[in-house]
């Protein structure tokens, strides 16, 4: 399948209908770009850019392992191994998941969860954005399966650091991942932040399960790809 006749499908799976599957980027096809590009928050401009790819990648409707098998690689800004999500990279999430704490939900985590500030307060989930919301609950299901409620809590997941927060990075003027909602901290007080290996918690070998869960979704762990940090993974490449 080519770009086009994916891109055509995407859309057309999305609601946006564009004519027949053809290939043929036609007024039908632009239309179609144009009212999602409307819908998700992006440039109206009709053009099937990287941020309309990733939002079409990213967008709550699942793709068949079939379809899966024929993406694209459209971009190289964009991931394209086929067994995970593409997210954007960090210099592109606005255009993608829109305005800074907008669009959230509420997500459950499936084990005992508790503040990281104060541990006699339970939490039910955590905020995170509509996009990346259906990923994370897959990410918690598969965390769930693979550990014990004893490994969860010898690994520090039951310690909640929060996710939605918008805020300013450290040290900088350009907005945290956590702004979106698309960055999650676990355990802050054993994987500070400039903690190496192996003095961070989540850098020891009975996380790498934890991390390659993570991974199989296309979300970034600042720990393994930069060894600072090991507390926060995000929903977007660097």
Same mark, same amino acid.
């Given at each position: 399948?080519?770009?086009?006749?994916?891109?055509?499908?995407?859309?057309?799976?999305?609601?946006?209908?564009? !004519?027949?599957?053809?290939?043929?980027?036609?007024?039908?096809?632009?239309?179609?770009?144009?009212?999602?590009?409307?819908?998700?928050?992006?440039?109206?401009?009709?053009?099937?850019?990287?941020?309309?790819?990733?939002?079409?990648?990213?967008?709550?409707?699942?793709?068949?392992?079939?379809?899966?098998?024929?993406?694209?690689?459209?971009?190289?800004?964009?991931?394209?191994?086929?067994?995970?999500?593409?997210?954007?990279?960090?210099?592109?999430?606005?255009?993608?998941? !829109?305005?800074?704490?907008?669009?959230?939900?509420?997500?459950?985590?499936?084990?005992?969860?508790?503040?990281?500030?104060?541990?006699?307060?339970?939490?039910?989930?955590?905020?995170?954005?509509?996009?990346?919301?259906?990923?994370?609950?897959?990410?918690?299901?598969?965390?769930?399966?693979?550990?014990?409620?004893?490994?969860?809590?010898?690994?520090?997941?039951?310690?909640?650091?929060?996710?939605?927060?918008?805020?300013?990075?450290?040290? !900088?003027?350009?907005?945290?991942?956590?702004?979106?909602?698309?960055?999650?901290?676990?355990?802050?007080?054993?994987?500070?932040?400039?903690?190496?290996?192996?003095?961070?918690?989540?850098?020891?070998?009975?996380?790498?399960?934890?991390?390659?869960?993570?991974?199989?979704?296309?979300?970034?762990?600042?720990?393994?790809?930069?060894?600072?940090?090991?507390?926060?993974?995000?929903?977007? !490449?660097?």
């Amino acid at each position: 399948m080519k770009f086009e006749q994916w891109l055509q499908s995407r859309l057309t799976a999305h609601g946006y209908a564009c !004519g027949p599957i053809d290939g043929v980027i036609g007024n039908a096809t632009v239309r179609a770009i144009k009212a999602f590009e409307r819908r998700h928050g992006l440039p109206v401009d009709g053009t099937a850019d990287d941020a309309v790819v990733a939002a079409l990648r990213t967008s709550s409707s699942v793709l068949s392992d079939a379809e899966k098998a024929r993406l694209p690689n459209r971009s190289p800004d964009l991931r394209t191994d086929t067994d995970r999500r593409t997210w954007p990279r960090q210099r592109d999430v606005r255009k993608v998941f !829109g305005e800074v704490g907008t669009r959230q939900v509420k997500v459950k985590v499936p084990w005992d969860l508790f503040l990281a500030w104060d541990t006699n307060v339970q939490v039910s989930g955590m905020t995170l954005h509509e996009l990346v919301a259906p990923s994370a609950e897959r990410i918690f299901a598969r965390i769930k399966q693979t550990y014990s409620d004893e490994q969860i809590r010898q690994l520090g997941l039951h310690l909640f650091g929060g996710s939605l927060n918008v805020r300013r990075m450290r040290g !900088g003027n350009a907005y945290s991942m956590h702004s979106w909602g698309i960055a999650i901290d676990w355990d802050p007080v054993r994987n500070q932040l400039r903690w190496r290996r192996p003095k961070a918690r989540l850098s020891c070998a009975d996380a790498d399960r934890f991390w390659k869960i993570w991974q199989d979704e296309g979300w970034t762990s600042l720990g393994q790809a930069r060894d600072f940090d090991w507390m926060h993974v995000q929903a977007a !490449g660097l």
